[in-house]
T-cell receptor, first 111, second 115 residues
Framework: QKEVEQNSGPLSVPEGAIASLNCTYS??????FFWYRQYSGKSPELIMF????GDKEDGRFTAQLNKASQYVSLLIRDSQPSDSATYLCAVHMEYGNKLVFGAGTILRVKS | GAVVSQHPSRVICKSGTSVKIECRSL??????MFWYRQFPKQSLMLMATSNEGSKATYEQGVEKDKFLINHASLTLSTLTVTSAHPEDSSFYIC???????????FGPGTRLLVL
């Protein structure tokens, strides 16, 4: 079982729709969770992080965390073509004190 | 805030030569930096964790004698690819642990091509 799992996609949504990206993790003790966006040929950029169960909103982005289900998601409202990228879920592992990244989900927003 | 730079952004070298990549945290001090490698259409692979003033911790399968890491100050870590070969051609990305605990901020990456 991979430590952090994401559906590779591609996930295709029409412009203006809500894109839902999902991630599961194996370490029940993990406390910190991150979403990064990576455009083709570029390095990842931090979108947001979440530590507590529930929802955290930042502009068009909402991160959702359910520690009991070991599940974290990212919702993108009013999706734009410029949101087309690979979205990486990262989980902080206490062992090794490092982030473990999922393989990423490719999102395509069609205009 | 939390800006990380890398230099060079792109390098082409001959097989057998060594290449040094610098990673700097510009507006914060980073006691811990990380080095990743990413091959085309693949996910990020952590190579090593670099701690200021101490030896780097390498991930399984990464040769510490080939990928030399130095973290001599709170704002600079370097990765030297020694005796580079074509299979070392990749996108090398550093990140720095930011002021807010486990958050990592990435540099823009260095694209290495070994001929």
């Amino acid at each position: 079982q991979k430590e952090v799992e994401q559906n590779s996609g591609p996930l295709s949504v029409p412009e203006g729709a809500i894109a839902s990206l999902n991630c599961t993790y194996s370490d029940r003790g993990s406390q910190s969770f991150f979403w990064y966006r990576q455009y083709s040929g570029k390095s990842p950029e931090l979108i947001m992080f979440i530590y507590s169960n529930g929802d955290k909103e930042d502009g068009r982005f909402t991160a959702q965390l359910n520690k009991a289900s070991q599940y974290v998601s990212l919702l993108i409202r009013d999706s734009q073509p410029s949101d087309s990228a690979t979205y990486l879920c990262a989980v902080h592992m206490e062992y090794g004190n490092k982030l473990v990244f999922g393989a990423g989900t490719i999102l395509r927003v069609k205009s | 805030g939390a800006v990380v730079s890398q230099h060079p952004s792109r390098v082409i070298c001959k097989s057998g030569t060594s290449v040094k990549i610098e990673c700097r945290s510009l507006d914060f001090q980073a006691t811990t930096m990380f080095w990743y490698r990413q091959f085309p259409k693949q996910s990020l692979m952590l190579m090593a964790t670099s701690n200021e003033g101490s030896k780097a911790t390498y991930e399984q399968g990464v040769e510490k004698d080939k990928f030399l890491i130095n973290h001599a100050s709170l704002t600079l870590s370097t990765l030297t690819v020694t005796s580079a070969h074509p299979e070392d051609s990749s996108f090398y990305i550093c990140s720095a642990r930011g002021p807010q605990q486990e958050t990592q901020y990435f540099g823009p990456g260095t694209r290495l091509l070994v001929l």
